[in-house]
């Protein structure tokens, strides 16, 4: 997670969902990779403001579609931080 970029964050987070049970018995697995999260989150928030930004600024350029899927990759990272209790 630490290493990709925003795209490829998208798809690590979903496999990391699948698989975040078994990362929650090793802390050896999980402080890195919520760390990475963590990072990301905050990239994740400097693009969204970077592009509205733009978007106020220059109302003739049209955004991208990545854009679009910030929103669910933010959600998607702030969910595989909460604690699960069950």
Do not use: H
């Not at 919520?34 to 905050?42: F, M, R």
């Not at 106020?56 to 959600?75: D, G, V």
């Amino acid at each position: 997670m630490a290493n990709c970029n925003l795209a490829q964050a998208a798809f690590v987070a979903r496999l990391a969902d699948e698989y975040l049970d078994g990362m929650l018995g090793s802390r050896a697995l999980t402080k890195p990779f919520a760390d990475a999260c963590l990072g990301k989150l905050v990239e994740v928030g400097s693009r969204t403001e970077w592009l509205r930004w733009i978007n106020s600024t220059f109302q003739q350029i049209r955004t991208t579609a990545a854009q679009e899927y910030l929103p669910s990759l933010e959600a998607l990272l702030k969910a595989l931080l909460q604690v699960r209790a069950t």
